[in-house]
C-alpha cells in the first residue's frame, strides 16, 4: 500500500487542431493549453473538486517567449498572454496560489514532473497542473493570408517568470560560425557519430531513415499526431523535390515538424488527496526514478557525436527505479533529429528496431514538435500506455538545446515500495569533471575535418561549417566557407578526416581545401594608405600622421565598414617608416566617437569587427608606435575604449567620457572594462563601468586617464604640439620604450619586471638612433633621427 504523501499522475490530455478539420477555429496557443488543461482534469475525474484544490498551475514556455524581447514580435507577430498560466486559470475558473512559466527548451515537461512530484510527497502542494501549447501552424496561415490576429492578452496577479534559460547554450563564437538554430547544429552531431563509426553517407542516411520510418506507423496511429503519412526508408532519406536538403544529412523529413497546433497537460496530486477526491486507481500512474544533468558545451564535449550528459541520465533514472531498460516495456526517446534518438540507443545498448519502439507518440517530425513542449505529450501518452497494461513500466527521455539538457523519467502503474527525491548535482559534477578539449578562437594552418554540415536554401548549397583540428596541435575550432568552389568539393567526397586550410579573420574563421584557394578568395593586402576614405580623413603632416573619425551625421559613431577602414588605415600608419608619430580625432566639435553605430546594428546587417578591434585599436597587438587621442567632444562606449587604447590622451574642455554599454543593455568588451581599472584606481573605474556615468575632462585629468585638458575647440592643436614634443625624441627609443612597457605587464612584481631580459634593450642599443643620440649629445647639436 503506498503512503498517502507518495506523489502521482492521475490525470492528462492532449488536444490537436488541424488546419484542415470542419472544425478548425484557429485556436490561440493559451486557448489550446487550457483545452488541453480541462481534459486532463475531467481524465482524473471530479473537475469542480480538482479545481478547488489546485494549488499551481505551471506551463511550458512558449516558442515566441523563449528568444530576446527585441525578437519577439517575429516570433510571436500576433502577441500573447503575459501571463500563460494565469490567462489558462481564468479560463479554468481558478485561482491557484502558484503561477508558474518555465524557462525555454524540450526537458522542462519532465523536470516540471520531477519537481512537482517532489513538492507534493514534501506536502508544500496539493495538487498541480501542467501545461503548454503552440499553435505554430494557426500563426503561419494567418501570415501567408495577410490576416491579422490578436493572441494578446493582460492577466493580474504573481508570476514565477523563470526566464528564458538558454543563455548558455551557445556562445557569441558559436553565432558568428552559424552554430545557432538547432538545424545547423545537430546535423553537426551526427556526422560526428558517422565519423566514429566509420560509415558512408549512404549507409548511414539508410540508417536514419529505417529508424524514422518506423516513428511514422506510430505517428499514423496517435490520433493527436499531425501527420498520418506512413513514410518508408527511401521516401525519408532520398532527396527529391518535396523533401529537400535541410542541412547535410538531414532532409526535411528528418527534422522536427514546427508546424503545429498542439497541447498537452498533465495532473499531478498525492496518493492521499486522489483518495479523498475519489479518482479511480486505474488512472494512478507513479514516477519510479528519474534525472536531469546537462551536457557540457557542444564545443567542449570530446565526442561530439555522443552525450555522456544523458547516457548519466538515463542510467541513474533506471537505477533509482531500480530496473534496467529491458524492463521498460515502452520507450520514448526524444526525437527532433536523428542524433537525439541514436544517442539514447548508443547509451542504453538498444537497437534502433528494438520491437518495443522507440517512441509512444510518432516522434517529433511525424506526431509534431510543438516546441518546447513536446515531452508533455510523451509523457500522457506514456501514462495512457501503462493504464492499458497495469503493471508495466515505461521511460520517457527529455532533451533540450542542443543535445544539451537532458531529463529522464521512468513511470508505472505499479506502486513502489517507497517514494524517494532523485538528487542530480553528483551526476551533474561527472559531466562537469570531463575533459575539454583544447580550443582556437582563432586558428591558422592545416587541419582536419571532425564533422561539418552544409546549410541550404530551398535547394542551394549556401554555407559549409566544420568543427576540426589543427595539425600543429590538435586544437578544435570552427570555421565556415560560401565560397563556391569549397562548397562544391565538400559535396563532392566525403569530407569526414579531409584536411584542410583555415585561417582567421575579423568576420570570422574561414577555411578551403588549400592554402592557395583561401589567399585567393582572402587575399592578404600590403599595408598601403589609399587616396581617399569613405569614414575618416587622413592626413601627413611630415612624421605625424591625423586620423579624423569622419561620421558626424551619426556623432562619428562607427559601423563594422569604417573599422575596417580605420584598420586598414592604421595598418598603413605602423608599416610606414617615415610616420612615428599618430593622431585620432572626429570630425566636427561635439563628439570624437560615440561608439557602435546602434542604428546599423539594430537594421538586421552582418555585423563584425575586425581582428584589431574597434576603430582598428583596441585589440590591436604589438603596436608600438604611439597614437594620441584627440578628444573634441562625447567619447562614449567604444569612443572611450579607443581613447583609453591610446598612448596619450588629450580632450577639449567639453569633453565627456563614459563607457555608457549598460545603460543600452551591452557592456564594454572592446577592452573598456580591462584598460580602465588598469589605468585609473579600480573603484573609480568598477564605478563608471557600472554606473555607465559621464565624468568631464578635468575628472579624466584627476582620475589619470587623461594627459592634458586643452581649452574648447583646442583638442587637436593641443594635441599636435603633444606630438611634437614626441617628435623631439628619438621614434626608435620610444618604440622599444612602448614594447617594453607592453613586454614587462607580464609581470606581478616589480623585481620581476626589473630583473627581466627585455628584446627590446637589445635592439634598441644596436639601432643608430641610439648611437646618434650619444653622438649628438656629446657634440652639442640636435640629433638626426634616422627612426632605425
Request: glycine letters at 8%.
Amino acid at each position: 500500500m503506498p503512503h498517502a504523501d507518495t506523489p502521482i499522475l492521475v490525470g492528462v490530455g492532449q488536444f490537436t487542431e488541424h488546419l484542415d478539420a470542419p472544425d478548425y477555429a484557429g485556436l490561440s496557443p493559451v486557448q489550446l493549453a487550457t483545452k488541453a488543461a480541462l481534459r486532463a482534469l475531467e481524465d482524473a475525474g471530479p473537475v469542480q473538486d480538482l479545481l478547488a484544490q489546485l494549488d499551481a498551475i505551471a506551463a511550458v514556455r512558449t516558442v515566441g517567449d523563449s528568444v530576446a524581447g527585441p525578437l519577439r514580435k517575429f516570433m510571436a507577430p500576433f502577441g500573447g498572454s503575459d501571463n500563460v498560466p494565469g490567462s489558462v486559470a481564468q479560463r479554468l475558473g481558478c485561482a491557484p496560489g502558484r503561477l508558474i512559466y518555465s524557462p525555454a527548451c524540450g526537458d522542462e515537461p519532465q523536470k516540471l514532473v520531477g519537481e512537482f512530484c517532489e513538492q507534493i510527497a514534501a506536502g508544500s502542494c496539493r495538487v498541480a497542473l501542467l501545461t503548454g501549447a503552440e499553435a505554430i501552424a494557426t500563426q503561419r496561415k494567418a501570415q501567408a493570408e495577410k490576416r491579422q490576429l490578436d493572441w494578446k492578452e493582460s492577466v493580474p496577479g504573481r508570476l514565477e517568470d523563470r526566464g528564458r534559460g538558454t543563455d548558455l547554450l551557445k556562445t557569441r563564437h558559436m553565432g558568428t560560425h552559424k552554430m545557432e538554430m538547432p538545424a545547423t547544429v545537430y546535423p553537426m552531431l551526427d556526422h560526428a557519430r558517422r565519423a566514429r563509426l566509420a560509415k558512408s553517407r549512404e549507409e548511414y542516411g539508410r540508417e536514419m531513415g529505417a529508424m524514422f520510418a518506423r516513428f511514422t506507423q506510430m505517428a499514423a496511429a496517435n490520433p493527436y499526431a499531425m501527420s498520418r503519412e506512413i513514410l518508408d526508408e527511401q521516401q525519408i532519406a532520398q532527396v527529391t523535390d518535396h523533401n529537400r536538403l535541410i542541412a547535410d544529412p538531414y532532409t526535411k523529413a528528418m527534422v522536427a515538424r514546427d508546424w503545429v497546433n498542439q497541447s498537452a497537460a498533465v495532473l499531478l496530486t498525492s496518493v492521499g488527496t486522489a483518495r479523498e477526491l475519489g479518482i479511480a486507481e486505474n488512472k494512478w500512474v507513479y514516477l519510479h526514478g528519474y534525472a536531469d544533468v546537462r551536457e557540457q558545451g557542444v564545443l567542449e564535449r570530446e565526442d561530439l557525436g555522443a552525450s555522456p550528459a544523458m547516457a548519466l541520465a538515463y542510467q541513474s533514472a533506471l537505477q533509482r527505479a531500480g530496473k534496467t531498460i529491458q524492463d521498460m516495456q515502452y520507450l520514448e526517446f526524444y526525437s527532433c533529429f536523428p542524433i537525439a534518438v541514436f544517442a539514447a540507443c548508443d547509451a542504453l545498448g538498444v537497437a534502433t528496431d528494438d520491437p518495443r519502439g522507440l517512441t509512444v507518440t510518432g516522434g517529433l517530425p511525424y506526431f509534431g514538435g510543438p516546441g518546447n513542449n513536446y515531452s508533455m505529450h510523451g509523457i500522457a501518452s506514456m501514462v495512457e500506455k501503462l493504464r492499458q497494461d497495469p503493471g508495466s513500466f515505461g521511460i520517457v527521455g527529455a532533451n533540450g538545446g542542443y543535445l544539451s539538457k537532458h531529463s529522464v523519467g521512468v513511470y508505472s502503474t505499479a506502486a513502489p515500495a517507497q517514494w524517494s527525491a532523485c538528487d542530480s548535482r553528483e551526476l551533474q559534477e561527472m559531466i562537469d569533471g570531463l575533459p575539454v578539449p583544447a580550443f582556437a578562437y582563432s586558428p591558422e594552418g592545416r587541419a582536419d575535418i571532425e564533422t561539418y554540415t552544409v546549410l541550404y536554401n530551398k535547394d542551394q548549397a549556401i554555407t559549409a561549417i566544420v568543427v576540426g583540428r589543427l595539425r600543429q596541435d590538435d586544437r578544435r575550432f570552427v570555421a565556415i566557407s560560401e565560397h563556391g568552389e569549397t562548397l562544391q568539393s565538400i559535396l563532392a567526397v566525403d569530407p569526414l578526416q579531409a584536411e584542410i586550410f583555415v585561417r582567421s579573420y575579423g568576420i570570422g574563421n574561414r577555411f578551403a581545401f588549400s592554402r592557395a584557394s583561401l589567399e585567393q578568395q582572402f587575399p592578404l593586402r600590403k599595408p598601403a594608405f589609399e587616396d581617399s576614405y569613405e569614414y575618416c580623413l587622413v592626413e601627413r603632416r611630415g612624421h605625424l600622421l591625423e586620423v579624423s573619425i569622419n561620421v558626424p551625421d551619426a556623432s562619428n559613431a562607427l559601423n563594422p565598414m569604417a573599422n575596417e577602414e580605420l584598420s586598414s588605415v592604421f595598418d598603413a600608419y605602423l608599416a610606414d617608416d617615415e610616420l612615428w608619430v599618430a593622431i585620432i580625432t572626429g570630425v566636427g566639435d561635439k563628439a570624437f566617437c560615440t561608439g557602435n553605430d546602434l542604428k546599423y546594428g539594430s537594421s538586421g546587417k552582418p555585423r563584425w569587427l575586425p581582428k584589431t578591434g574597434f576603430a582598428g585599436l583596441t585589440h590591436r597587438r604589438g603596436r608600438h608606435k604611439p597614437v594620441i587621442a584627440a578628444v573634441n567632444g562625447y567619447a562614449m562606449g567604444g569612443g572611450f575604449e579607443i581613447a583609453l587604447a591610446c598612448d596619450l590622451v588629450v580632450a577639449d574642455r567639453r569633453a565627456q567620457f563614459a563607457l555608457s554599454e549598460v545603460r543600452v543593455g551591452l557592456l564594454a568588451g572592446a577592452g573598456g572594462i580591462q584598460r580602465l581599472t588598469r589605468q585609473i584606481p579600480r573603484k573609480l573605474a568598477t564605478e563608471m563601468i557600472l554606473t555607465g556615468r559621464r565624468v568631464d575632462a578635468e575628472t579624466g585629468r584627476r582620475y589619470g586617464f587623461v594627459n592634458v585638458v586643452a581649452d574648447e575647440g583646442a583638442a587637436l592643436a593641443c594635441a599636435r604640439e603633444l606630438a611634437a614634443e614626441l617628435l623631439e625624441g628619438s621614434p626608435t627609443s620610444i618604440r622599444c620604450s612602448l614594447e617594453l612597457l607592453a613586454s614587462s605587464e607580464q609581470y606581478s612584481s616589480i623585481e620581476d619586471s626589473v630583473n627581466a631580459h627585455y628584446e627590446a634593450i637589445d635592439k634598441l642599443l644596436a639601432s643608430d638612433d641610439s648611437m646618434e643620440g650619444v653622438m649628438a649629445f656629446a657634440q652639442k647639436r640636435k640629433p638626426e633621427w634616422k627612426n632605425r
